[in-house]
């Protein structure tokens, strides 16, 4: 068992089996030591944990939530890629967020800090990385928030 294993255990974290992909993508790609996580929606048991607009029907607090279930989606991928291995994570390079929102909503940053906190608090200052946070008027199947990422291994 890897520290990350060992911490996401901490958490009470369990990473389920990553999910296949919905449409003609794939969940992530290698290039050299980069792996490349395709957007993660909040998913949890199959289905979307938190739909709607932030700001409108969801709380800032749920919004954060909902990007945390993005984040640890993301780990399933990533442990995927990494062959089971997270131990071989070498940093959390950049997270991209979108945020399902109304036009006036201005707090896409607040709301992406539940996936930014998230890396930080599974990989300490490895999982501090660059960051995009935008809002959007819609996202696949009404979830409210979703994330990908980019990491080095």
């Known amino acids: 068992?890897?520290?990350?294993?060992?911490?996401?255990?901490s958490l009470g974290i369990i990473l389920p089996d990553a999910p296949k992909a919905v449409a003609n993508y794939v969940p992530y790609v290698i290039v050299g030591n980069m792996v490349i996580i395709s957007g993660q929606l909040p998913l949890q048991d199959g289905r979307v944990a938190f739909k709607g607009k932030v700001g409108q029907d969801l709380t800032l607090e749920e919004g954060q939530a909902a990007a945390r279930q993005c984040a640890i989606n993301i780990l399933t991928h990533?442990?995927?890629?990494?062959?089971?291995n997270l131990g071989q994570v070498q940093?959390?390079?950049r997270l991209g967020g979108f945020v399902n929102c109304s036009p006036d909503y201005m707090?896409?940053?607040?709301?992406?800090?539940g996936a930014s906190d998230f890396m930080v608090e599974v990989f300490g200052d490895l999982g501090r990385h660059a960051r995009a946070a935008v809002?959007?008027?819609?996202?696949?199947?009404g979830a409210a928030v979703e994330v990908e990422a980019t990491f080095l291994i």
Do not use: Y
């Not at 068992?1 to 255990?9: E, R, S």
């Not at 990533?78 to 089971?84: D, P, V």
């Not at 707090?107 to 800090?113: A, E, G, R, T, Y």
């Not at 809002?135 to 199947?141: E, I, Q, S, T």
């Open 78 to 84: 990533l442990k995927a890629a990494c062959e089971g």
């Open 1 to 9: 068992m890897t520290i990350i294993d060992q911490k996401l255990k």
């Open 107 to 113: 707090d896409q940053p607040k709301v992406i800090n």
């Open 91 to 93: 940093r959390c390079v």
């Open 135 to 141: 809002g959007v008027n819609a996202l696949p199947l």
